[in-house]
């Protein structure tokens, strides 16, 4: 890599079409303009922390790592409908460059897609970034739970326990996978936080199973 190249300019050209996918000016898949406008953050997310549940649940942390808007809206959106598979391996970079956690973690993990929305979309863009994070970390990746119901967008749904209810049962867990996971520490990822019910179930079901502690990695959140 030429020296003077900061390290996502050498990998967006790399993978990347000819325009920014951004604002569609000729250059990388994010232009040096665009990349300046990600807002990066660290944050607890306050909406993931209402009462309610056990203690490893509620001494988990959660790391939302960027602000959903512009540049990387418009990434996300790319990345997951326009089949823009290897921008996967560009985000995993910038959540590697610019997350806070200390990865010391057993295994990486990530929200799965329902077969049927799998099919639709060609691959889960979760699993795509995790894979990339765990080569980067060293930390095993693990295909730990199943969804097993389909349901369409929630956002519109403003009562906490209606949100929480519909997404009871959604994921399931092999049996070998609960041998695996006892006792041990996972870092859960989910590429987009809407209100955080999805991501909760995930995590109950794997404390639940017996892992001592499952941490949140959010790519984005619209807060
Ligand atoms: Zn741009």
């Given at each position: 890599?030429?020296?003077?190249?900061?390290?996502?300019?050498?990998?967006?050209?790399?993978?990347?079409?000819?325009?920014?996918?951004?604002?569609?000016?000729?250059?990388?898949?994010?232009?040096?303009?665009?990349?300046?406008?990600?807002e990066f953050y660290y944050q607890k997310d306050s909406s993931l922390e209402e009462g309610g549940r056990d203690d490893a649940a509620s001494?988990?942390?959660?790391?939302?790592?960027?602000?959903l808007h512009?540049?990387?809206?418009?990434?996300?959106k790319a990345y997951k409908y326009q089949h823009a598979k290897n921008l996967g391996?560009?985000?995993?970079?910038?959540?590697?460059q610019h997350a806070h956690l200390t990865p010391h973690y057993d295994f990486l993990a990530y929200i799965p897609l329902h077969p049927l929305k799998l099919r639709q979309r060609g691959f889960n863009q979760?699993?795509?970034?995790?894979?990339?994070?765990?080569?980067?970390?060293?930390?095993?990746?693990?295909d730990l739970l199943k969804r097993t119901t389909y349901l369409s967008p929630q956002a519109?749904?403003?009562?906490?326990?209606?949100?929480?209810?519909?997404?009871?049962?959604?994921?399931?867990?092999?049996?070998?996978?609960?041998n695996l996971i006892r006792g041990k520490r996972i870092l859960l990822f989910d590429d987009v936080l809407t209100t955080?019910?999805?991501?909760?179930?995930?995590?109950?079901?794997?404390?639940?199973?017996?892992?001592?502690t499952v941490d949140g990695l959010?790519?984005?959140?619209?807060?």
């Open positions: 890599m030429p020296i003077a190249m900061h390290w996502y300019e050498y990998l967006i050209e790399l993978i990347s079409p000819s325009f920014c996918l951004s604002c569609h000016r000729l250059s990388p898949a994010l232009c040096v303009d665009c990349y300046h406008g990600l001494n988990s942390k959660v790391e939302i790592v960027c602000r512009g540049p990387l809206a418009k990434l996300l391996v560009f985000l995993a970079h910038l959540i590697f979760c699993q795509v970034i995790t894979q990339a994070l765990g080569e980067l970390w060293q930390i095993p990746v693990v519109q749904i403003e009562d906490r326990q209606e949100r929480k209810s519909r997404v009871k049962g959604i994921f399931a867990l092999d049996e070998q996978v609960k955080g019910a999805t991501w909760r179930e995930a995590q109950s079901v794997l404390l639940t199973a017996g892992a001592t959010i790519l984005a959140s619209k807060k």
